[in-house]
Nanobody
Framework: QVEVMESGGGLVQAGGSLRLSCTASGLSLGNYNMGWFRQAPGKEREGVSCITWNDGTPYYRDSVKGRFTISRDNAKNTMYLQMSSLKPEDTAMYYC????????????????????WGQGTQVAVSS
């Protein structure tokens, strides 16, 4: 049985930093395209970042480019999202997801391309 788990969320002041982690049981993250999504109250879930399974190419939504960094440690079966210069508009529930679709390309931010999801970790940024 596959289980995906996020951790690292919390409350931080604007301009601060957080590092989210994603681990999994029953699944080797290194064999999957891994993504981070977020959903704020009253809004749709949106893709934040993705890292490809084969060569580790990162993708980011425009609003987080230069502030967020995605990475993975296959030996630890863990993926990370380092978030810096956080803004109140980054406040959301953050989800980790795994996709077994070999080529995501421009669809990396489409939640329907992902097979496995975690329960989410809350990030709140105060102004």
């Amino acid at each position: 049985q596959v289980e995906v788990m996020e951790s690292g969320g919390g409350l931080v002041q604007a301009g601060g930093s957080l590092r989210l982690s994603c681990t999994a049981s029953g699944l080797s993250l290194g064999n999957y395209n891994m993504g981070w999504f977020r959903q704020a109250p009253g809004k749709e879930r949106e893709g934040v970042s993705c890292i490809t399974w084969n060569d580790g190419t990162p993708y980011y939504r425009d609003s987080v480019k230069g502030r967020f960094t995605i990475s993975r440690d296959n030996a630890k079966n863990t993926m990370y999202l380092q978030m810096s210069s956080l803004k109140p508009e980054d406040t959301a529930m953050y989800y980790c997801a795994a996709s077994d679709h070999v080529l995501l390309g421009a669809n990396w931010g489409n939640q329907y391309e992902y097979n496995y999801w975690g329960q989410g970790t809350q990030v709140a940024v105060s102004s």
